[in-house]
Every structure is written in structure tokens, then in C-alpha cells.
């Protein structure tokens, strides 16, 4: 068994994530999620699709990053 590196839990199933040259050990996605996902800069959710990047800053959507003052971003193509 091994401890998850966000909440602990000692778990049979858990897993392994390399990220970074990090290796990281979860018992759940949501774990995960909340130790890797990136947030949004503008309001802060946690980012687990692809979210939208400008010169080092994630935003979740067009909408986040144009209230940030970063204008073009578009949430697809049309």
C-alpha cells in the first residue's frame, strides 16, 4: 500500500503520477486533481480540462482571461 500525497489515506489501489521529475502517489482522482490541477487566475476554479494559457497564466475560459485584460482568447472555433 501507499500513502496518498494530498490527504494520506495508506490505500491498495492507489496510484502514480510523474509530473515534473516529481512522482506523486494518489488513492483518487480528485486528489489529484486538487495536488496538480493548475487555477484559474481570475476566479480560481481548478483547471482539469485543457484551460487557456497567455505568457505563463492559466485561465479556465475566454470569459476569465478577457477579466484579466487579456483580450482574443476564444472558448472555440467557429
Known sequence: M?????????????FRILIGGETHIFDS????IEKLAPRCAHCGCRII???MEK????FCC????????????TDRVD
Not at 482522482?29 to 489529484?32: M, S, W
Open 29 to 32: 482522482f480528485e486528489c489529484a
Open 2 to 14: 501507499a500513502r496518498c500525497s494530498q490527504c494520506g489515506n495508506d490505500y491498495d489501489k492507489s
Open 55 to 58: 505568457n505563463g497564466t492559466m
Open 49 to 51: 480540462g485543457h484551460g
Open 62 to 73: 475566454a470569459h476569465c482571461a478577457e477579466g484579466e485584460g487579456v483580450p482574443g482568447m
